[in-house]
């Protein structure tokens, strides 16, 4: 078999298997890299090379898994587009984590969220009481959206850092 067919293969089933792996065991946004998380996707790249490139460790070898890679990511991408299906499958939805003042006690857990972490969001969008929150959305991206019932509203950007043992709460 031609090896760069053999390349194409092989990056093939190592995406493949990276975004099954990355669904089943939860996807991480880039906002919310740890020092692990870190680690962790360093660990993977470096484990899955020689499934893509086999013995092939020549630039042209490692540049044609590179663009095999790209391709993948950009016509899945195109796919997500284009047909809610792939959406569906490959992304989470977007979950409501206060409605009307409520917060949504079962999806904070389920997500990891805990209350004080929910409360720096409120503050970090200018609201002290989660009371006054109209709608707290927990964005498909990891970001934590918070809309107040104030008809003032101002555009700001928390983004959710996960295991933080030092919340510190400004008001």
Do not use: C, W
């Not at 460790?57 to 990511?73: E, I, K, P």
């Not at 490959?90 to 389920?110: C, F, M, S, T």
């Amino acid at each position: 078999m031609n090896p760069y067919v053999d390349i194409l293969l092989r990056s093939v089933a190592v995406y493949v298997f990276m975004l099954v792996a990355l669904r089943i065991f939860g996807k991480k946004e880039l906002s919310q890299l740890n020092t692990a998380d870190v680690v962790l996707i360093l660990l993977i790249s470096n484990s899955v090379q020689n499934a893509m490139v086999g013995s092939n460790s020549t630039l042209l070898g490692g540049l044609a898994a590179a663009l095999v890679l790209f391709t993948l990511n950009f016509i899945i991408k195109k796919l997500i587009y284009k047909y809610k299906f792939f959406g569906e499958i490959l992304q989470e939805k977007p979950l409501v984590l206060i409605h009307n003042g409520k917060p949504d006690y079962k999806v904070l857990a389920r997500k990891s969220i805990s209350y004080d972490e929910l409360m720096e969001a409120i503050h970090e969008h200018g609201i002290e009481n989660v009371k006054d929150v109209k709608l707290g959305m927990l964005e498909i991206d990891g970001n934590i959206s918070i809309i107040s019932g104030d008809q003032h509203l101002r555009q700001t950007h928390y983004k959710r850092r996960k295991n933080r043992k030092n919340l510190s709460i400004s008001s």
